[in-house]
C-alpha cells in the first residue's frame, strides 16, 4: 500500500485568541514510530496563567450573550467538525493509533455533540415553584460555574474534549482545555475549529503541556472555579485532593473500570462472543468502558471460551489506516510495557493465556489481542485496569455468584450480561453497582444523550453528557420573589 505522507503540522497554544509557540515537541505515529504525524509547542506557565485571566475576563461577557447567538456558534463548531470528518479522522488514526472506522465514528460523535448543546440551550433552564408565603414565588435559576478546566486523555481525543466543552460553552463558562501530549494534533485541530467558529477571544483557551507543569498549573490556580478530569485513578485523587486544598473548586472525575460481562448458560453464544470480543478488544481495549473481565457460568463455560478463542486469534491486528485491520496499535510505548507486564502478572498469578500474550512481530506499538481462562477475581489481572488488548474468563456456578463477582471491584463505571431470560436480565439491572448496564450489548458503546458516569473508583462528582452535564457546568440559584 502506498500512501502519501503529509507535511508535519504544527500545533500552538491559544491564549485570549493569540496563538502562542513554545517548546516544540513531536508526536509519532504508533504504527510507525518513525513517522512524525505533528508537532505541538509546549505552554509555559506564565501562557497557563494569561489563559486562565483571559477566560475570567471573558466569561461574564459570553454567559450574557444572547442565546441565539451563542446556539449559533456551538451549530458552526459542530458543523464545521462534521463536514471535515474524513480528514480529522485520518490524523486522529495517525497520532492514537485508532482504526480508521472507529476514528471517524469518534469524530462524528465529537460534531454532533457541538450540535445536541446548541440545541439544548432551547430547553427549559430553570424550575418555577409555589411558595408557602402569601404573594411569594420561587424559582431556581441555573447561572454558570465560570471558568472551568478541562483536563483529557488520549483516548478519545475528540469525543472526550467534545464533551466537556461542548457544555461548558453552551451554559455560558469560558474554558482552558488541558489535552493529554500523545494527541495534542486533535486538540489542536479543535482549537483552529472553535477559534474560527466567531466565540469572542478568551472564552475558549488550549494550553499543551505534561501534566506535572500545565495540569498542575490549573489544578492550583485560585482563578478556576471548577476542573473536568478523564485519566487514571491516581491522577485523579490527586487533582481531588489539588483542588480542595486550592480554592476547594468543584471537580468531576471520570477514572476508568474493570468492567464485567456476564454469560449465563441460557445465552445466545453468537451475541455472546461478539459482545465479548468488541468490548474487550476493539479500539485496543483503550477504553474505560471495556469489558476486561468475562464471567462465564459453568454449563456454557468450554463453548464460549473454545469460540471466543478462535474468533481472538482471527483478529486481523494491523495498520489502522488499512480498512482490513480489526484492531490498531497500542497508543503508546509505555501502554505497550504496562500491558506486557500484566500479562506477565497474570501468568504468574496462575491464569491462563489462550489468545494472543505476546507483542507481534511488527515494526511499531502492536499487540496481539490477549485473553486468559482460568482466572480468578482476586487477581490483580481481574482487580487492576490493564487498559489494552488484554481479557481474563472467570468461571462462575450461577446467577448468584456471577452478580457477586460482577460487583466485588473497587471500580463500578458498566457491566452487562448475556441472557435470554428477561427476568435474570431485570435483575442484574437493578442488583448492579454500575453506572451504566447492558443486556445482550457490549459494556461499550454510550449515547451522547444519555448520562455518562459509574460508582466507587470510577467516578467522582454529576455525570456527564445529556442534560445531565448541567449539574456540573452550571450552579443553582433559588430565587425567592415577593410581589
Ligand atoms: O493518564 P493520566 P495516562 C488510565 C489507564 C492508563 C493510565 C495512565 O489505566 O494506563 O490511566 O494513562 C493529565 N495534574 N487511563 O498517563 O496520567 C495528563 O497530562 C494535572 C484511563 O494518559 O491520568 C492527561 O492530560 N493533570 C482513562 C490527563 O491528566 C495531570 C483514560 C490523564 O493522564 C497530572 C486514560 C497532574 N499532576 C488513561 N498528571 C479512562 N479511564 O478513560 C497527569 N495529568
Not at 194 to 223: D, H, K, W, Y
Not at 308 to 323: F, I, N, S
Request: proline share 6%; glycine share 10%; aromatic share 6%.
Amino acid at each position: 500500500m502506498t500512501r502519501r505522507i503529509p507535511p508535519v503540522p504544527h500545533y500552538l497554544n491559544l491564549v485570549d485568541g493569540r496563538w502562542v509557540d513554545g517548546e516544540r515537541r513531536p508526536n509519532t505515529n504508533p504504527a510507525r514510530p518513525g513517522e512524525v504525524v505533528a508537532e505541538y509547542a509546549r505552554a509555559e506557565p506564565a501562557d497557563v496563567q494569561a489563559a486562565v485571566d483571559a477566560a475570567g475576563r471573558a466569561q461574564p461577557g459570553w454567559a450574557s450573550t444572547p442565546v441565539g447567538r451563542r446556539m449559533e456558534i456551538l451549530d458552526r463548531i459542530g458543523t464545521t467538525i462534521l463536514g471535515r470528518v474524513e480528514e480529522l479522522a485520518v490524523l486522529l488514526s495517525r497520532e492514537e493509533g485508532k482504526l480508521l472506522g472507529e476514528a471517524r465514528a469518534e469524530v462524528t460523535r465529537a460534531g454532533q455533540t457541538f450540535r445536541y448543546y446548541a440545541h439544548q440551550l432551547l430547553q427549559p433552564q430553570g424550575e418555577l415553584y409555589p411558595s408557602t408565603r402569601e404573594r411569594v414565588y420561587a424559582e431556581v435559576r441555573r447561572r454558570p460555574l465560570g471558568v472551568v478546566g478541562v483536563i483529557t486523555p488520549w483516548n478519545y481525543p475528540w469525543a472526550i474534549p467534545a464533551w466537556k466543552v461542548a457544555p461548558a460553552l453552551a451554559y455560558g463558562n469560558a474554558v482552558v482545555l488541558k489535552p493529554a501530549e500523545l494527541v495534542t494534533a486533535s486538540a489542536g485541530e479543535l482549537a483552529r475549529i472553535i477559534a474560527g467558529s466567531g466565540l469572542p477571544p478568551g472564552v475558549f483557551n488550549l494550553v499543551m503541556g505534561s501534566g506535572r507543569t500545565v495540569g498542575e498549573e490549573l489544578l492550583t490556580s485560585a482563578r478556576i472555579d471548577g476542573i473536568t478530569f478523564t485519566g487514571g485513578t491516581a491522577t485523579g485523587r490527586h487533582v481531588a485532593q489539588q483542588c480542595i486544598a486550592h480554592g476547594n473548586k468543584r471537580f468531576q472525575l471520570e477514572m476508568g473500570g474493570k468492567n464485567p460481562l456476564v454469560v449465563l448458560d441460557d445465552a445466545d453464544l453468537s451475541i455472546a462472543v461478539r459482545c465479548a470480543l468488541d468490548g474487550s478488544f476493539f479500539s485496543t481495549g483503550q477504553r474505560c468502558t471495556a469489558s476486561s473481565r468475562l464471567i462465564v457460568q459453568a454449563g456454557v463455560h468450554d463453548r464460549f471460551v473454545d469460540a471466543l478463542t478462535k474468533a481472538t486469534q482471527a483478529l486481523r491486528v494491523g495498520d489502522p489506516l488499512d480498512e482490513h485491520s480489526r484492531l490498531g496499535p497500542v497508543a503508546s510505548a509505555d501502554q505497550l510495557t504496562q500491558n506486557l507486564e500484566y500479562v506477565e502478572i497474570g501468568r504468574r498469578e496462575g491464569a491462563t493465556v489462550v489468545a494472543g500474550g505476546q507483542h507481534t512481530a511488527d515494526e511499531g506499538q502492536f499487540m496481539r489481542p490477549t485473553l486468559f481462562v482460568d482466572a480468578r477475581n482476586d487477581m490483580r489481572l481481574a482487580r487492576e485496569e490493564i487498559f489494552g488488548p488484554v481479557s481474563c474468563v472467570i468461571r462462575v456456578d450461577g446467577f448468584d455468584e456471577a452478580v457477586g463477582v460482577a460487583n466485588d471491584t473497587p471500580f463500578g463505571l458498566s457491566s452487562g450480561i448475556i441472557t435470554t431470560s428477561l427476568s435474570a436480565a431485570e435483575r442484574f439491572k437493578s442488583l448492579s453497582r454500575s453506572g451504566i448496564v447492558t443486556v445482550n450489548l457490549s459494556t461499550a458503546g454510550t449515547e451522547l444523550h444519555l448520562p455518562f458516569g459509574g460508582s466507587g473508583a470510577s467516578n467522582h462528582g454529576p455525570r456527564e453528557q445529556g442534560v445531565y452535564a448541567r449539574d456540573f457546568y452550571t450552579v443553582p440559584v433559588t430565587c425567592y420573589t415577593g410581589w
